[in-house]
């Protein structure tokens, strides 16, 4: 999807980027883990079927991908942009019945950034700018049953358990976005400010986007 192409969204722990060409590498170096692999079910790629990967969600109207950055990594003058990559998260609209439905899923993938609260902050923004952006009424989420993290994080946050499939081993959840939902989302996410990516005079840092 091109509409956030240019889009930087800042919260207190993450920085959201698009996803861009110059990630793909690391991205692939992450999805060659297999427990991320378990934890996504996605079958590891080719360098170069990563890069057509990250061409075609660009170009889908029907992917939203942002790239999470740490931001205290991203503040340092000593670290990239590319440096300060720890996961990412996505939007699918793929139900043709319900164009205003959006599948919502996360992965922090670096181990050392997880259970700190970036994956909260990263999901609930994504949440937000959903709704707010993208007109996103009612959200579900496919998470393994091992990933007990995610499934945590998205109770807390609302969600709830509409099926499971032994088959895949894999629990469906869903929200939708009531008016308590929506203000919620609001108040938590308050502090975010958007920024033009790649656009220093936004930034009170150094060029991150290097």
Request: glycine share 6%; aromatic share 10%; hydrophobic share 30%.
């Amino acid at each position: 999807m091109k509409i956030n192409e240019n889009t930087l969204l800042e919260g207190s722990r993450i920085v959201l980027v698009p996803y861009k060409k110059q990630h793909v590498p690391k991205y692939h170096g992450w999805m060659q883990s297999s427990e991320l692999q378990e934890l996504t079910a996605s079958e590891p790629l080719t360098l170069q079927q990563e890069y057509e990967m990250q061409n075609s969600w660009w170009q889908d109207q029907n992917k939203c991908t942002f790239i999470v950055l740490d931001k205290t990594s991203w503040q340092s003058a000593e670290k990239t942009e590319i440096d300060s990559m720890i996961g990412d998260v996505n939007l699918f609209f793929t139900n043709q019945e319900s164009p205003t439905e959006a599948e919502i899923e996360i992965m922090i993938a670096e181990p050392t950034s997880r259970r700190k609260g970036s994956g909260r902050e990263a999901l609930t923004t994504m949440m937000a700018y959903g709704v707010q952006e993208l007109g996103v009424t009612e959200y579900v989420a496919k998470i393994g049953y091992s990933n007990h993290g995610s499934l945590s994080l998205f109770h807390k946050l609302g969600f709830t358990e509409v099926s499971r499939s032994d088959v895949f081993q894999e629990v469906t959840l869903h929200l939708p976005i009531c008016d308590d939902i929506r203000t919620r989302l609001e108040q938590e996410t308050s502090h975010i400010s958007k920024h033009m990516y790649g656009d220093l005079s936004t930034y009170t840092y150094e060029d991150h986007s290097r």
